[in-house]
């Protein structure tokens, strides 16, 4: 026969191999939340999409149940649980116009370590005018071949092109909404894209706008737009660009299209305008 303490041990292993999750109970997980922006109109609801994610890749599992909450004004206005994925989906309605940040931090929670992150959140009426802005036509370096077509690979050194801050800020001032556009190369969190861009844009002082990740597809740009007018957003219709793919995602929908700074000939897609450099794309729209 088995004695008691032979028998308590295995008892104690069995009930570990049945709940992995008690080997961390004395200790937290450290974890980092990343948030999407979000646009919507004054008074119509707003869906903010969260993703929590584990520092400690063992524990990645563990992410999926936890409460988190949506602050806007430092007030908790919504709070959603973590799927199985670690995303969590809030809905806000705000009645106010205006772009401001939102921040989504963990709930009191006996597992994961307090943690936040901000996004920002794009309220505006749907008369208003809206650019929409490749981040490759800002930034001065060209765009490597190995890339996906839409947007660029980010990198912290890369510094804006001359006179695309002024001349952004000159039309975003008093008329112009702006929506930023990257795509997100395959094996890279769309999340974590957002947030490189952000930092970026925050970092050279560009004007705060909506950044819109996309997945590595040559159609998806040209989707999004046909989301977008069929939500309402009839007054996205001018694009700046660099690539050819972005500037013919608003050609084949007989929208109007900006190509800076001024390509290789024969790389210009017909009916697109061309602005030697950022200083003449006022003159274009």
Not at 127 to 137: A, D, K, T, W, Y
Not at 213 to 242: C, F, M, Q, S, Y
């Amino acid at each position: 026969m088995m004695s008691k303490p032979r028998k308590a041990c295995l008892s104690l292993f069995l009930l570990i191999i049945a709940s992995p999750s008690l080997l961390f109970a004395a200790e937290k997980s450290s974890a980092a939340i990343l948030v999407r922006d979000t646009l919507t109109a004054p008074g119509q609801p707003a869906k903010v999409e969260a993703k929590l994610i584990s520092k400690r890749l063992m524990l990645i599992a563990a992410l999926g149940g936890e409460l988190l909450e949506l602050l806007v004004d430092e007030k908790v206005v919504a709070t959603a649980m973590t799927g199985g994925d670690g995303r969590a989906f809030f809905t806000y309605t705000p009645k106010a116009q205006g772009l401001a940040p939102v921040k989504v931090r963990v709930g009191n929670s006996p597992r994961v370590d307090q943690a936040e992150g901000q996004a920002n959140l794009a309220v505006w009426e749907r008369r208003q005018p809206i650019l929409v802005i490749e981040l490759s036509s800002l930034i001065e370096e060209p765009i490597p071949s190995r890339v996906s077509p839409i947007g660029i690979a980010l990198e912290s050194e890369r510094k804006p092109m001359a006179e695309a801050l002024d001349e952004l800020e000159k039309l975003t001032q008093f008329y112009y909404r702006v929506i930023y556009v990257v795509s997100s190369p395959v094996g890279v969190d769309g999340f974590q894209k957002s947030a490189e861009v952000r930092d970026w844009l925050k970092r050279h002082k560009f004007p705060t706008g909506y950044v819109l990740t996309l997945p590595a597809d040559t159609n998806a740009l040209g989707a999004k737009i046909d989301e977008l007018h069929a939500a309402g957003w009839k007054t996205v219709k001018i694009g700046i660009g660099r690539s050819k793919a972005f500037v013919e995602a608003f050609l084949q929908r007989r929208l109007e299209a900006i190509i800076v700074p001024e390509p290789t000939k024969g790389d210009v897609p017909r009916k697109a305008k061309v602005a030697k450099d950022w200083k003449d794309v006022r003159r274009k729209l």
